[in-house]
């Protein structure tokens, strides 16, 4: 017989030491405001100003500093504040405002104002509302009319005909080709207002290359489109151009998307013969702590809540976190700049290969601050407003044995197209054997690659443009 013991278990204290990086609300609150755009953070300080009474912003209460005129500040190259950034700082509360004006008519209200100065009747008149409402911005009727038919109830007696009918009345609408399926259904609704305005002859030329024949057209595939239409040059050119003269998209003119602007938070200058960078002083939201509140506090610790206590921590740290943003947007924007310094003197083809991790060895942090400092930071330079992250591209051999960035390649790319002749466009081979020429070795597919990154269309439809042009 065989007796199996149980194993005791002994406890013990160990003493061990270890690091551990504890994410702080105030670490917290660094990384997020590093990751803010311009606006973003002005959004952020706003509502602080809001929600902390403590805060507020510099010479918002200096009613001697506001009435006298501060001096113009200038350094070694002329650069000087702007007016406007000036007078944002010496307005205290009033901060800029953009200018606003009146709200356009959106599309909807524009075709619902055509309908109610038509005689319709009541059910047509929500029929064609029911229509509108499925327009896109286009200004195309991206429903059709069998599913809309199937979302009204059948006890209303609501036939296709109809749909039909108000889809008519809403077709007789300003921009000509609104309520369209299609483009070529635009466009023959257009051709049907306007076929006073060409012969006869350049209007069946142009309903049938609308109708059945637009991709053709798009291929510049003339002697083809003359067989197919058996009509003349003249008239195949006539109504080309009368089709160009139609717009395929008719509600965009009534779509009034806010184009929202830029504000660079670093100014690009040479300065010492070198190209530099300096924080926009038009971004920097000047708070500061109000001096008679936290003395009273200070003074009066045990009277005062632990919620004035916070708030003056909080109101200390959200300053000390702006000002550890903007000093580590500085010295990734130095260090990015300092390595594209032929970029300022040259353009786009002097750029050099940059990835985040050369600059994150070079200053000593983690590639992900690096992103976070570049993402949605913009740089004002000569050459216009860029992103930082702009200026991080990847790196391409040439056969010296030297490198060169794949943005260069993209504006070269871009240069050899431009020069091409408009009736034999560069094929990628070609392209690919004169980068080679210059020194620098891709293939072909690389070559389609930054093409289509540049927005350059293939040789082929190249060439069917020209074609097209050449009929004007």
Known sequence: MQIILPMQSRQSIELRQHQQLALTPQLQQAIRLLQYSAQDLEQEVAQALLDNPLLERDEEYDIEGAAAEPAASHDDDGFREPAEFASRSRDGD????????????????????????????????????????????????????????????????????????????????????????????????????????????????????????????????????????????????????????????????????????????????????????????????????????????????????????????????????????FDTILRVASAVIEHQQAFFELGEQALRPLVLRDIAQELQMHESTVSRATRHKYAQTPWGVFELKYFFTTAVSRDDGETTSSAAVRSLIQDLVQGEPAAKPLSDNLIASMLAERGVVIARRTVAKYREAAGIPAASLRRARARLDSMG
């Open 94 to 325: 009033d901060e800029y405002v953009r200018p606003e004006a009146a709200p356009a008519p959106t599309l909807r209200q524009h075709l619902l104002e055509q309908l109610r100065l038509t005689r319709a009747a009541p059910r047509d008149r929500v029929l064609v509302e029911l229509l509108i409402d499925e327009l896109d911005d286009n200004g195309y009727l991206v429903t059709p009319l069998d599913e809309l038919a199937d979302l009204l109830p059948g006890e209303l007696g609501i036939e296709r005909c109809d749909w039909q009918a108000a889809l008519r009345l809403l077709q007789s609408f300003d921009p000509p080709g609104v309520g369209a399926a299609s483009i070529s259904d635009c466009l023959l609704l257009q051709l049907q207002r306007g076929e006073r305005d060409a012969p006869p002859e350049v209007l069946a030329c142009a309903r049938e290359l609308a109708r059945e024949h637009l991709a053709l057209l798009a291929s510049g595939n003339l002697p083809g489109l003359r067989r197919k239409l058996g009509c003349s040059l003249g008239v195949l050119r006539d109504a080309r151009q009368l089709l160009l003269q139609l717009d395929p998209k008719p509600g965009r003119g009534w779509a009034h998307d806010v184009a929202d602007y830029v504000r660079p938070e670093v100014i690009v200058r040479k300065a010492g013969g070198r190209w530099k960078a300096f924080i926009n002083p038009a971004v920097m939201p000047g708070l500061r702590v109000n001096a008679d509140y936290e003395r009273i506090i200070r003074q009066s610790r045990q009277a005062s809540g632990e919620g004035l206590q916070q708030q003056l921590q909080q109101a200390h740290g959200l300053i000390r976190s702006i000002h550890q943003r």
